[in-house]
């Protein structure tokens, strides 16, 4: 069965680099009808895509972060990052990491998500 | 970048109630939407993807119709493990967006 879970440090400093990683167990990160996303949850807030990346690592970020994302895939090790720089603490939310499916012509998904993780900003 | 308005925001049902969510795109979107069940500290759960199509394993209480701009995700009949927070989301084009969630409340 397909599991993901990230993992990473729990409190950034402004300024300073956001680095998770996603983990994936029971399959193979390296399939071409695969992505793999990154989500997040401001506390009391809704949900923002912050971007997909392919095994190959081609990335697709949302803009709204205006260049502080940066994606990669490790396939050895099953896994995949995100590091987001110069966080404030507007960029406090559970980080969540998923599988995109695009193996059909109607649309993408994600599924399954990692249970998340919360990052706070603070000093 | 496509807007997802979803209503209500909240809404408090009862076991057994029907309950309905709408989630109506800013431009047409086709049948690229996709609804998900939130609840804290668990991973999310796809229900419906491509506006009708039940993911395997997801009970068929839960139904999703709609094209084009308005889409709606149904709950024949309400189950104590189905209160939580819903969202859809758009796959019509990048960046990809979501509804701002519908938390379904006990009355």
């Known amino acids: 069965q397909l599991h993901l879970q990230e993992s990473g440090p729990g409190l950034v400093k402004p300024s300073e680099t956001l680095s998770l990683t996603c983990t994936v167990s029971g399959a193979s990160i390296t399939s071409y009808t695969y992505y793999w996303g990154w989500i997040r949850q401001p506390p009391g807030k809704g949900l923002e895509w912050m971007g997909n990346i392919d095994y190959s690592g081609n990335t697709d970020y949302n803009p709204s972060l205006k260049g502080r994302v940066t994606m990669s895939i490790d396939t050895s090790k099953n896994q995949f990052s995100l590091k987001l720089k110069s966080v404030t603490a507007a960029d406090t939310a559970i980080f969540y990491c998923?599988?995109?499916?695009?193996?059909?012509?109607?649309?993408?998904?994600?599924?399954?998500w990692g249970q998340g993780t919360l990052v706070t900003v603070s000093s | 970048d496509i807007q997802m308005t979803q209503s209500p925001s909240s809404l408090s049902a009862s076991i057994g109630d029907r309950v309905t969510i709408t989630c109506r795109a800013s431009q047409s979107i086709t049948s690229y939407v996709n609804w998900y069940q939130m609840k804290p500290g668990k991973a999310p759960n796809l229900l419906i993807y491509a506006a009708s199509i039940l993911r395997s394993g997801v009970p068929s209480r839960f139904s999703g119709s709609g094209s084009g701009t308005d889409f709606t995700l149904t709950i024949s009949s309400l189950q104590p493990e189905d209160f939580a927070t819903y969202f859809c989301q758009q796959s019509n084009s990048s960046p990809r967006t979501f509804g701002q969630g519908t938390k379904v409340e006990m009355k």
């Open positions: 998923a599988r995109v499916d695009v193996s059909n012509w109607f649309g993408d998904w994600f599924d399954p």
